[in-house]
Protein backbone atom coordinates (compact mmCIF):
# COMPACT_ATOMS: atom_id res chain seq x y z
CA UNK A 1 0.00 0.00 0.00
CA UNK A 2 0.84 3.66 -0.13
CA UNK A 3 0.99 4.11 3.30
CA UNK A 4 0.85 3.14 6.90
CA UNK A 5 -3.10 2.26 7.89
CA UNK A 6 -4.50 1.64 11.13
CA UNK A 7 -8.36 0.72 12.15
CA UNK A 8 -10.33 1.47 13.30
CA UNK A 9 -9.77 5.27 13.17
CA UNK A 10 -12.52 6.04 16.21
CA UNK A 11 -12.86 3.56 19.22
CA UNK A 12 -15.32 4.15 21.91
CA UNK A 13 -15.11 1.65 24.76
CA UNK A 14 -16.81 1.16 27.65
CA UNK A 15 -14.25 0.65 30.86
CA UNK A 16 -13.59 -3.42 31.32
CA UNK A 17 -14.12 -4.30 27.64
CA UNK A 18 -11.48 -5.33 25.48
CA UNK A 19 -10.23 -3.76 22.16
CA UNK A 20 -7.74 -4.81 19.38
CA UNK A 21 -6.42 -1.94 17.06
CA UNK A 22 -4.90 -3.05 13.86
CA UNK A 23 -1.96 -1.52 11.59
CA UNK A 24 -0.84 -2.62 8.19
CA UNK A 25 2.60 -1.10 7.35
CA UNK A 26 3.82 0.08 4.17
CA UNK A 27 4.75 -3.55 2.23
CA UNK A 28 8.08 -4.42 2.63
CA UNK A 29 9.15 -2.61 5.68
CA UNK A 30 10.42 -5.23 8.22
CA UNK A 31 9.74 -2.75 11.57
CA UNK A 32 6.75 -1.89 13.46
CA UNK A 33 6.66 0.66 16.60
CA UNK A 34 3.25 0.95 18.43
CA UNK A 35 2.91 4.13 20.27
CA UNK A 36 0.71 6.05 22.24
CA UNK A 37 0.19 9.88 22.07
CA UNK A 38 -2.54 11.85 24.98
CA UNK A 39 -3.79 15.05 24.29
CA UNK A 40 -1.03 17.50 24.34
CA UNK A 41 1.89 15.19 24.60
CA UNK A 42 4.23 13.96 22.04
CA UNK A 43 4.11 9.76 20.87
CA UNK A 44 5.25 7.73 23.88
CA UNK A 45 7.14 4.43 23.05
CA UNK A 46 5.31 1.18 23.43
CA UNK A 47 6.52 -1.99 21.60
CA UNK A 48 8.87 -2.30 18.30
CA UNK A 49 8.61 -5.76 15.88
CA UNK A 50 11.57 -6.64 14.00
CA UNK A 51 9.38 -8.98 11.51
CA UNK A 52 7.15 -10.82 13.70
CA UNK A 53 9.78 -10.66 16.44
CA UNK A 54 8.75 -8.28 19.52
CA UNK A 55 12.00 -7.36 20.49
CA UNK A 56 11.02 -4.40 22.83
CA UNK A 57 7.94 -4.15 24.65
CA UNK A 58 9.31 -1.76 27.32
CA UNK A 59 6.70 1.21 26.81
CA UNK A 60 4.01 -1.33 27.66
CA UNK A 61 2.14 0.17 30.47
CA UNK A 62 0.42 -2.86 32.48
CA UNK A 63 0.11 -6.23 31.74
CA UNK A 64 -3.24 -5.32 30.34
CA UNK A 65 -1.76 -4.57 26.98
CA UNK A 66 -0.43 -7.15 24.47
CA UNK A 67 0.74 -6.15 20.68
CA UNK A 68 1.60 -9.45 18.07
CA UNK A 69 3.25 -9.64 14.59
CA UNK A 70 2.08 -13.29 13.69
CA UNK A 71 3.23 -13.03 10.26
CA UNK A 72 5.32 -10.19 9.91
CA UNK A 73 3.12 -8.06 8.36
CA UNK A 74 0.10 -6.45 10.04
CA UNK A 75 0.02 -5.87 14.01
CA UNK A 76 -2.29 -5.77 16.11
CA UNK A 77 -2.62 -4.09 19.49
CA UNK A 78 -4.64 -5.37 21.67
CA UNK A 79 -6.05 -3.85 25.36
CA UNK A 80 -7.82 -5.87 27.87
CA UNK A 81 -10.00 -4.47 30.43
CA UNK A 82 -9.91 -0.76 29.62
CA UNK A 83 -9.43 1.93 31.97
CA UNK A 84 -9.98 5.25 31.46
CA UNK A 85 -6.65 6.09 31.36
CA UNK A 86 -6.22 3.92 28.25
CA UNK A 87 -7.96 6.83 26.13
CA UNK A 88 -5.51 8.56 24.01
CA UNK A 89 -4.61 8.35 20.35
CA UNK A 90 -1.90 4.81 20.09
CA UNK A 91 0.25 5.42 16.61
CA UNK A 92 1.54 2.55 14.39
CA UNK A 93 4.47 3.25 12.63
CA UNK A 94 6.98 1.58 10.23
CA UNK A 95 9.93 1.50 8.98
CA UNK A 96 12.40 -0.21 6.23
CA UNK A 97 15.26 -1.00 8.46
CA UNK A 98 16.08 -1.98 12.34
CA UNK A 99 17.52 1.12 13.51
CA UNK A 100 16.67 4.76 13.96
CA UNK A 101 18.88 5.52 10.96
CA UNK A 102 15.50 4.37 9.31
CA UNK A 103 12.61 7.03 8.85
CA UNK A 104 9.72 5.94 10.53
CA UNK A 105 6.16 6.32 8.89
CA UNK A 106 3.36 6.88 11.14
CA UNK A 107 -0.41 5.83 9.77
CA UNK A 108 -3.47 8.21 10.67
CA UNK A 109 -3.62 6.66 14.48
CA UNK A 110 -6.72 5.18 16.72
CA UNK A 111 -8.26 7.50 18.58
CA UNK A 112 -9.60 5.35 21.48
CA UNK A 113 -11.97 6.80 24.04
CA UNK A 114 -12.99 4.81 27.36
CA UNK A 115 -15.85 5.81 29.27
CA UNK B 1 19.39 10.05 29.38
CA UNK B 2 18.05 11.07 26.21
CA UNK B 3 15.56 14.08 26.26
CA UNK B 4 14.35 16.68 23.47
CA UNK B 5 12.98 20.37 24.57
CA UNK B 6 10.18 21.95 22.50
CA UNK B 7 10.22 25.49 24.89
CA UNK B 8 7.67 26.68 22.28
CA UNK B 9 4.16 25.05 23.28
CA UNK B 10 2.43 27.78 21.44
CA UNK B 11 3.26 30.13 18.55
CA UNK B 12 1.02 32.43 16.83
CA UNK B 13 1.92 34.15 13.59
CA UNK B 14 0.37 36.12 10.60
CA UNK B 15 0.37 34.69 7.06
CA UNK B 16 4.06 35.67 5.68
CA UNK B 17 5.98 36.09 8.39
CA UNK B 18 9.01 34.14 8.86
CA UNK B 19 8.99 32.37 12.03
CA UNK B 20 11.46 29.53 13.73
CA UNK B 21 10.25 26.28 16.24
CA UNK B 22 12.95 25.86 18.51
CA UNK B 23 14.51 22.29 19.34
CA UNK B 24 17.38 21.56 22.42
CA UNK B 25 18.40 17.62 22.77
CA UNK B 26 20.04 15.85 25.14
CA UNK B 27 21.89 12.22 24.22
CA UNK B 28 25.43 10.56 25.73
CA UNK B 29 25.26 8.56 21.91
CA UNK B 30 28.08 10.16 19.51
CA UNK B 31 26.04 8.55 16.83
CA UNK B 32 22.52 9.79 17.00
CA UNK B 33 19.35 11.22 14.74
CA UNK B 34 17.13 14.35 14.77
CA UNK B 35 13.88 14.28 13.30
CA UNK B 36 11.01 16.64 12.42
CA UNK B 37 7.29 15.71 12.22
CA UNK B 38 4.26 17.74 11.54
CA UNK B 39 1.21 17.05 12.92
CA UNK B 40 -2.08 18.41 10.62
CA UNK B 41 -5.41 18.79 12.47
CA UNK B 42 -6.03 15.55 10.80
CA UNK B 43 -3.92 13.80 13.31
CA UNK B 44 -1.24 12.25 10.96
CA UNK B 45 2.45 12.64 11.30
CA UNK B 46 3.77 13.71 8.70
CA UNK B 47 8.09 13.03 8.26
CA UNK B 48 9.76 16.14 7.05
CA UNK B 49 13.13 15.56 7.90
CA UNK B 50 16.39 13.45 9.19
CA UNK B 51 19.64 14.47 9.67
CA UNK B 52 22.32 12.52 11.34
CA UNK B 53 24.88 13.56 14.09
CA UNK B 54 27.51 14.08 11.67
CA UNK B 55 25.99 16.35 8.92
CA UNK B 56 25.76 19.71 10.45
CA UNK B 57 25.09 21.22 7.01
CA UNK B 58 21.85 23.47 7.23
CA UNK B 59 19.02 22.33 4.94
CA UNK B 60 16.33 23.91 2.85
CA UNK B 61 13.78 22.21 1.36
CA UNK B 62 11.38 24.86 -0.36
CA UNK B 63 10.08 27.31 2.48
CA UNK B 64 11.53 25.02 5.33
CA UNK B 65 15.18 25.32 6.35
CA UNK B 66 16.75 23.40 9.44
CA UNK B 67 19.49 24.60 11.69
CA UNK B 68 21.46 22.10 13.53
CA UNK B 69 24.24 22.83 16.09
CA UNK B 70 26.05 19.85 17.89
CA UNK B 71 27.71 23.04 20.37
CA UNK B 72 24.58 23.92 21.42
CA UNK B 73 22.79 20.70 21.03
CA UNK B 74 20.05 22.13 18.71
CA UNK B 75 17.95 21.38 15.72
CA UNK B 76 15.53 24.43 14.86
CA UNK B 77 13.02 24.42 12.27
CA UNK B 78 12.41 27.59 10.36
CA UNK B 79 9.33 27.84 8.07
CA UNK B 80 10.09 31.26 5.61
CA UNK B 81 6.97 33.37 4.40
CA UNK B 82 4.36 31.29 6.52
CA UNK B 83 1.36 30.13 4.84
CA UNK B 84 -2.28 29.34 6.80
CA UNK B 85 -1.26 25.32 5.71
CA UNK B 86 1.73 25.02 7.80
CA UNK B 87 -0.86 25.32 10.78
CA UNK B 88 0.22 22.16 12.67
CA UNK B 89 1.57 20.83 15.74
CA UNK B 90 5.56 20.57 14.92
CA UNK B 91 7.19 17.72 16.78
CA UNK B 92 11.23 17.34 17.33
CA UNK B 93 12.17 14.10 18.16
CA UNK B 94 15.78 12.04 19.02
CA UNK B 95 17.24 8.59 17.79
CA UNK B 96 20.06 7.12 19.48
CA UNK B 97 21.59 3.66 19.67
CA UNK B 98 18.19 1.82 20.21
CA UNK B 99 15.19 1.79 17.97
CA UNK B 100 12.66 4.37 20.26
CA UNK B 101 12.48 7.68 19.03
CA UNK B 102 12.26 10.13 22.17
CA UNK B 103 9.87 13.08 21.49
CA UNK B 104 9.31 16.64 22.47
CA UNK B 105 6.29 17.89 23.51
CA UNK B 106 5.58 19.81 20.29
CA UNK B 107 5.19 23.41 19.45
CA UNK B 108 1.69 24.22 18.47
CA UNK B 109 1.93 26.36 15.28
CA UNK B 110 -0.65 28.61 14.28
CA UNK B 111 -0.73 30.82 11.20
CA UNK B 112 -3.49 33.30 10.67
CA UNK B 113 -4.49 35.15 7.66
Keep these: GAGVSQSPRYKVAKRGQDVALRCDPISGHVSLFWYQQALGQGPEFLTYFQNEAQLDKSGLPSDRFFAERPEGSVSTLKIQRTQQEDSAVYLCASSLGATTVYTQYFGPGTRLTVL | ?113
Design chain 2, 1 to 113: AQKVTQAQTEISVVEKEDVTLDCVYETRDTTYYLFWYKQPPSGELVFLIRRNSFDEQNEISGRYSWNFQKSTSSFNFTITASQVVDSAVYFCALGGNNRKLIWGLGTSLAVNP
